[in-house]
């Protein structure tokens, strides 16, 4: 630690005789938790475990540095406190022997949890493990530490909530990754603001995998459940818990998006569900996607949609509600049947006839109370009265000089400030104020209602001050005013001209193109025979990594990918597994053309790590 002069709290470079980082404030020698590893302590002789960053009833997570590769990671240790503790003054995991059992079981699931997702590496928005060992008599899971905020963090920061169609541009990644992660006999558990994360390149990742006891309620772990989030069968232990699990958090999580409000929370309604549908909080929300995020949060998990790609299917097709699930095996639909009538209550008699007779008649009389003021209103309008039907309080005098009364007429609250703002009225047409796009997301203006009145065009360049797709330059400038379908051009940043080489060790050339692609460097493949690196994987490229590249400039990277010799008759043979050591996970699903979100990618599961731990007891 102290050779590579590393600040714990950040992993960057600190000088020598530094007590306090500049980067992040972190003290040096500061204390930590006994339970939790030593920041400078040193994991399978390649990482440096830094401070930690967060824990719950199952794991441990600390920032990293990978002393191989010289990039930063986030390490998760596996660390039931409940049932083990940290020995005095030694990194080593001591457990109760009376709690041995059920640490090896839960020790066993964490395993097969991360080697799951690290078969998912090639899924660009899944946090997968990178590396796996055992140590300490613990396992750890070591992970590309991400730069950027939580999706809980973005909404502090950005009104609080977001439109529904900011939610159909962003979320279908999400949508088919979940998806994805089911496929593989996987379930979150943990669906929440605080578990989608967006990269500093504006990528939607889905973090926080935790083992199933951690985050149910009366288990041997203490859980850590989201509140407003977790399905009411997360709160029983004795319950099922599957696909429709993650279903009512992903409808949790929409209904936080939309309103701004976090739904009440599924234990207080078991007791007293009075869960306001969304609509009813903001009337923007289109009718069908409040009814179907209300069917993703039913209490039931029989008659709730079962799973993802049901809730994307109805999300976005507008099925007919009144419907139910018969079983989560089943594609048939039930009608609700009506309710019964609780015992002890009389059934009221159906009203005499000189009632309805009577109702018909005050029915008569109101239609024509309402004809004869319509009648008036179409009077007072052909005298010279003109009533303001734009939803915006008119200016006086604005009308040829007749009009001098100001009226008005309320609009539905809308779910974001608006971005534009009318500052007057003419005969033709409305003025509006320009405000200033300059940092904005190009595809989120352009596509916004409050823009609807501008026509854009995109001038596109590489910007080294502005990431990718951001708005740095505009023809109407702020405070400035226009009307309606003003055109108006907005320079669009290409990101920078000069982009950093990723670095390629112990990458296969798949995992590494992708890298490339995301960056936008062009690349040419080469491959090239050696036996030190294995078959498939990059072995080298043209320049250095950490090297930048002109990619406005056109510029080629070579990779080059390794292919193995021919074995020889003397050397032994490497044969494919049988199919009963192979992992019993479900293949991806078949490609639906009626289904968008489902993919047709058939390798982005690869094969898992081997990793080996020993429990001493």
Known sequence: MERLNLCCGCMEPIDENAEVCRNCG?????????????????????????????????????????????????????????????????????????????????????VELNKTLSKMRTLNHVNAAIDMFGDNNTAYAVFALLEGQTLGEYLKQNSGELTWDEVKRLFPPIFTTLSLVHNAGLVHRGIS????????????????????????????????????????????????????????????????????????DAASRISDDNLIEPAKVNPNIPRNVSKVIMNGMCMSGEIRIQTITELVTQLFEQPEYGSVRLSSSSTQTISIPRQHMPAGKKKKAPPSRHGVFIAVIAVILILGFLMIFMIIKLEDISKGSRPNTTGISAISGGYDGSYSETTSISLEPMSEPPLTAPISTTANAMVYVMNDLTGKNYDVVSKSDAYSNLVFTADYEYNDNYPKGQIFGQTIAKDETYTEGAEITVKVSLGPKYIVIPDFLGLSKKDYFAKLGELGIKYEEQEIETDETLEGYVDGISKDAGEKIDVEAGEILTVYVAKNPPKTETEPVETEPSATEMPDFPPPVPADPFDPFVTTEETYMTKEPDITIKIYD
């Not at 990293?64 to 995991?93: A, H, Q, W």
């Not at 459940?225 to 999580?253: C, H, K, R």
């Open 26 to 110: 972190y003290r040096v020698g500061a204390p930590h938790l006994p339970s939790y590893l030593e920041p400078g302590t040193m994991l399978n002789d390649r990482y440096i475990v830094g401070k930690l960053t967060s824990y719950n009833g199952e794991s441990a997570c600390y920032i990293g540095f990978d002393t191989i590769t010289e990039t930063k990671v986030t390490i998760k240790e596996y660390m039931p406190d409940s049932l083990c503790e940290r020995e005095k003054n030694s990194s080593v995991i001591k457990v109760d022997p009376r709690y041995m059992p059920q640490y090896k079981t839960f020790l066993s699931e964490f």
């Open 193 to 264: 603001p605080e578990n989608i994360f967006i990269t500093d390149k504006g990528e939607l990742k889905l973090i926080g995998f935790c083992i199933a006891d951690a985050r149910t309620a009366n288990t041997e772990l203490v859980p850590e459940l989201y509140n407003g989030f977790a399905a009411p069968e997360q709160y029983n232990s004795s319950n099922w818990q599957g696909t429709w699990t993650d279903v009512y958090g992903i409808s949790a999580l929409l209904y936080r998006i939309l309103t701004g409000v976090t739904p009440t």
